[in-house]
T-cell receptor, first 115, second 112 residues
Framework: EADIYQTPRYLVIGTGKKITLECSQTMGHDKMYWYQQDPGMELHLIHYSYGVNSTEKGDLSSESTVSRIRTEHFPLTLESARPSHTSQYLC??????????????FGPGTRLTVL | KQEVTQIPAALSVPEGENLVLNCSFTDSAIYNLQWFRQDPGKGLTSLLLIQSSQREQTSGRLNASLDKSSGRSTLYIAASQPGDSATYLCACYGGSQGNLIFGKGTKLSVKP
């Protein structure tokens, strides 16, 4: 069983607020990811990290930012939330293994609603 | 650019039926293909991972096959149960950074 946690699970917030979505894992995985998923749509990678002090932008452009100061922690921040940011945000992690054998473990997600 | 398509988008079957979910991908240069399960309002759970050199993987009542040359994978669920009701997602590596590309999923409903 994977141990990856996200808080909060649900967040309703007004336009213009700064928010941080938390993600932590206790498996010691080097790689961590943030995905965005709209209802009925596919997951899109918005950020990823190969390890401490490593952050990269994903395939889908996002106004959010991430940081990786500790191996176990990969928070996502929106400086000024807008209604277009309303979505589900999923965090995942994986081991550094031979390419083709690594699977990703997902957290429960944060459902964000910006009014 | 890798694209992943899943058919059908939704499927409803009576309990006990065997069923097949389909996944197709456009770029056969994949490292592996993975099947995930997603329950409403929750994250994803990895079901099966097929490496590019493999043809199939089995776990309990689930069997996934991979045909790289035709760009197809299938997930076979035997003797379906109401607890199998969920959205099933297929994903393989692609994209500009070689990360996972997901399909939109097949929403499965198994009626008791």
């Amino acid at each position: 069983e994977a141990d990856i946690y996200q808080t909060p699970r649900y967040l309703v917030i007004g336009t213009g607020k700064k928010i941080t979505l938390e993600c932590s894992q206790t498996m010691g995985h080097d790689k961590m990811y943030w995905y965005q998923q709209d209802p009925g749509m596919e997951l899109h990678l918005i950020h990823y990290s190969y390890g401490v002090n490593s952050t990269e932008k994903g395939d889908l452009s996002s106004e959010s930012t991430v940081s990786r100061i500790r191996t176990e922690h990969f928070p996502l921040t929106l400086e000024s939330a807008r209604p277009s940011h309303t979505s589900q945000y999923l965090c995942a992690s994986s081991e550094t293994r031979t390419r083709g054998t690594d699977t990703q473990y997902f957290g429960p997600g944060t459902r964000l609603t910006v009014l | 650019k890798q694209e992943v398509t899943q058919i059908p988008a939704a499927l409803s079957v009576p309990e006990g039926e065997n069923l097949v979910l389909n996944c197709s991908f456009t770029d056969s240069a994949i490292y592996n293909l993975q099947w995930f399960r997603q329950d409403p309002g929750k994250g994803l759970t990895s079901l099966l991972l097929i490496q590019s050199s493999q043809r199939e993987q089995t776990s309990g009542r689930l069997n996934a096959s991979l045909d790289k040359s035709s760009g197809r994978s299938t997930l076979y669920i035997a003797a379906s149960q109401p607890g199998d009701s969920a959205t099933y997602l297929c994903a393989c590596y692609g994209g500009s950074q070689g990360n996972l590309i997901f399909g939109k999923g097949t929403k499965l409903s198994v009626k008791p």
